[in-house]
């Protein structure tokens, strides 16, 4: 089976079909590019507000495809090359999804996370409350403006309150004092680090120790920013801080 | 040498009575296409993690500035178009090796490789903007999960354009020195083709699920 090298034994040539792909590509992308513009005439994205991010995701497939296919000629080369391409993609896109359902738990404290999204909010999706009563949602046009002050200002906020109620026993950087509060400054928590123990120990307090319970005086708003900004100090170290207390985390 | 011109085409079954030559293993392929699919069957994993990771912290960023505040769609549509184009002349390239056509194989492939290098460009500028203009920050104490983690995912994906701007680069220089020549050794273009067109598909998967739905919000 020996092949000479002649040019009629020259293997068939694909530019052609490399050219049309090409241009059908950068068609696909086109679409995909205006998809988002859509969003500017309202009666036609009302028309089909379900349609657009997976129309998004099809095509996006689409691409992919044909890249791997034709362009990387998978589709008609061994079998082998694809199990090692394929079985790795599928595998990758298994734990994309089995890591995804875990972090709903641990990321998302209070059932949406803190970055609540502005269709949540138009959803009508209010924070839990402990106690104080939750606000209506807002009126859809009120609601972008608000949600983008909202990000903006809530963090700033968390700090305002650590510095006006926490700052007294645990030091405006939040390396704590002798005798009051704890360090929150370094890695190690008595109750708990992650976003909502911290959230339940503001709330809630430490019965038989200074700290008070914070739910009879603020709102989980409130609570919940003073919470992320407290989460931010983890690590920190600030110097002269409080020696650790409690189980590192 | 050049007899055995046809072990890299696509059309492998031909290849497969070419057990006898030192660059194939025993099942007649060419080990370096073999190792090249299982290489990118695990860059498959990477970079889902990298993207995965991305989006488990979507949205609790406990900072700003936030996706929305940073991309625009511009200059990446643009980026976009570069690299998809790349991917053409790559394709074009392989083929004109194939073809037995080394200078016109060189010639697309230092096209690919000058529309990666635009890529990279823009991509540096664009962290440079979202760095020092938009306060984006990868790590320290002003970083958010946003930042961290776009910086990681897109900036692994620069790296791998840059790589292979950097074999595109060699490539074309082995080929003016004659030191690869069309036939049996085609198939290293081809190779680096496989690995080019994934850098573009990786990319796909960003443009989209990154940029472009995060304007459907």
């Known amino acids: 089976m020996s092949h000479g090298h002649d040019s009629h034994e020259l293997p068939h040539s694909h530019q052609k079909q490399y050219i049309i792909l090409g241009v059908v590509l950068s068609i696909v992308t086109f679409i995909e590019l205006g998809i988002p513009l859509i969003k500017g005439v309202p009666e036609l994205w009302t028309a089909a507000k379900e349609v657009w991010a997976p129309l998004l995701v099809v095509l996006s497939i689409f691409k992919f495809g044909a890249v791997v296919g034709d362009f990387m000629h998978l589709r ?25 359902s875990l972090s709903i738990v641990h990321f998302h404290p209070f059932g949406k996370g803190y970055a609540i999204t502005a269709q949540d909010l138009a959803d009508g999706y209010v924070p839990p409350a402990t106690g104080a009563t939750a606000e209506p949602p807002l009126a859809d046009d009120k609601f972008e403006a608000a949600f983008a002050d909202a990000q ?87 110097a002269g801080g409080k020696e650790c207390e409690g189980p590192k985390e | 040498m050049s007899a055995h011109a046809d072990t890299l085409t696509h059309d492998s079954h031909e290849a497969h009575g070419h057990g006898a030559l030192s660059e194939n293993n025993f099942l007649g392929l060419p080990n370096i296409k073999l190792a090249m699919w299982a290489f990118l069957g695990s860059e498959c994993m990477f970079f889902g993690s990298l993207i995965g990771t991305y989006f488990f912290y979507h949205g609790n960023s406990l900072s700003g500035p936030l996706p929305k505040d940073v991309f625009s769609i511009g200059i990446t549509s643009i980026s976009t178009f570069l690299l998809l184009m790349s991917s053409v002349t790559m394709a074009l390239g392989v083929d004109a090796m194939r073809q037995q056509k080394p200078m016109k194989a060189r010639t697309f492939i230092l096209l690919t490789a000058a529309l990666g290098a635009c890529f990279v460009g823009f991509q540096v500028v664009e962290f440079h903007e979202f760095y020092t203009e938009k306060h984006l920050v990868f790590a320290g104490p002003n970083a958010s999960l946003f930042g961290s983690t776009f910086y990681t995912m897109t900036g692994f994906h620069g790296t ?52 472009l739905l995060e304007f459907l919000k």
């Open chain 2, 160 to 211: 791998h354009v840059t790589v292979g701007v950097i074999w595109l680069l060699i490539m074309s220089v082995l080929i003016t020195k004659k030191k690869l020549v069309p036939g049996k050794e085609a198939v290293n273009v081809e190779v680096m083709g496989l690995y080019w067109h994934f850098v573009d598909i990786v990319w796909i998967v960003i443009f989209t699920f990154v940029y």
């Open chain 1, 152 to 238: 903006k200002t809530s963090f700033a906020k968390g700090k305002e309150t650590f510095t006006a109620s926490c700052a007294s026993c645990h030091r405006a950087d939040g390396g704590g004092m002798p005798g009051l509060g704890v360090n929150l400054s370094d890695d190690c928590y008595k109750h708990g680090g992650k976003i909502a123990a911290l959230y339940t120990t503001i709330a809630k307090g430490v019965s038989g120790t200074a700290m008070p319970a914070w739910q009879n005086s603020m709102d989980s708003e409130k609570m919940r920013q003073v919470a992320y900004y407290v989460r931010s100090l983890k690590g920190t170290n600030v």
């Open chain 1, 76 to 100: 008609t080369d061994l079998t082998l090359y694809k199990i090692l391409f394929v079985s790795p993609l599928f595998l990758a896109m298994f734990s994309f999804f089995a890591i995804g």
